[in-house]
């Protein structure tokens, strides 16, 4: 989204020697990792930020402190919680496995009421500067784009105007081409794969 070439290393995890390939570039042997001039920078809140810094035209936070504050808070949030929608509803883009509310826990059903809840209020506030969560696409846009894409995978119906920005996330060109792509990759993940029938 924000118009700064790079080249991608494709890595198919859980294939023979996905992790020796991973360690080339990640210290923490783990995905994503950004490696620029050769320096690593691994996690994705991290790779977002060092983005920040170095071109000042990326995507970046809300201008108004209070707005950064917030969306730095739903990041935050969005970073490193949301554990059973990670467990149960597990990232396949290429997937279109829908699944009932009942088919999933408590904790899951309570984490896709607050995801809702932050996208509802973000896009009822701030929709006069913008379609986005802050008005204009920011970063925490970013960070929540793979969780609507899991909405879009099992489909889980959220209400208006969470449902919006979940369209909207489906719109973005670099999120269509993200779809195309992995429609086109063959490896089966079957602990993925099969999870939803």
């Not at 496995?97 to 932050?118: G, Q």
């Not at 996330?169 to 099969?194: C, K, M, N, V």
Request: glycine share 4%.
């Amino acid at each position: 989204m924000s118009e700064i070439p790079f080249d991608e290393v494709r890595v198919p995890l859980f294939s023979h020697g996905w992790k020796e390939a991973i360690e080339q570039y990640s210290p923490a042997g783990r995905v994503p990792v950004l490696l620029d001039e050769g320096y690593p920078v691994w996690d994705s809140l991290a790779i977002i930020e060092y983005i920040c810094e170095r071109h000042s035209s990326a995507v970046g936070w809300p201008d108004n402190p209070v707005e950064r504050a917030r969306a730095r808070s739903i990041v935050a949030e969005m970073h490193s919680g949301f554990a059973a929608i990670r467990e149960e509803l597990p990232q396949n883009i290429r997937a279109r496995k829908p699944c009932e509310l009942t088919d999933l826990s408590e904790n899951c059903r309570a984490e896709i009421h607050r995801i809702t809840e932050i996208w509802s209020k973000c896009r009822s506030k701030y929709e006069c500067n913008g379609h986005w969560l802050f008005g204009p696409l920011s970063i925490a846009d970013i960070m929540f784009a793979p969780v609507a894409l899991r909405f879009v995978t099992y489909d889980i119906a959220v209400e208006s105007p969470a449902d919006e920005f979940v369209r909207e996330i489906q719109g973005l060109e670099p999120i269509r081409e993200w779809e195309e792509l992995s429609r086109a990759e063959t490896e089966e993940l079957a602990q993925i794969d099969s999870l939803r029938a």
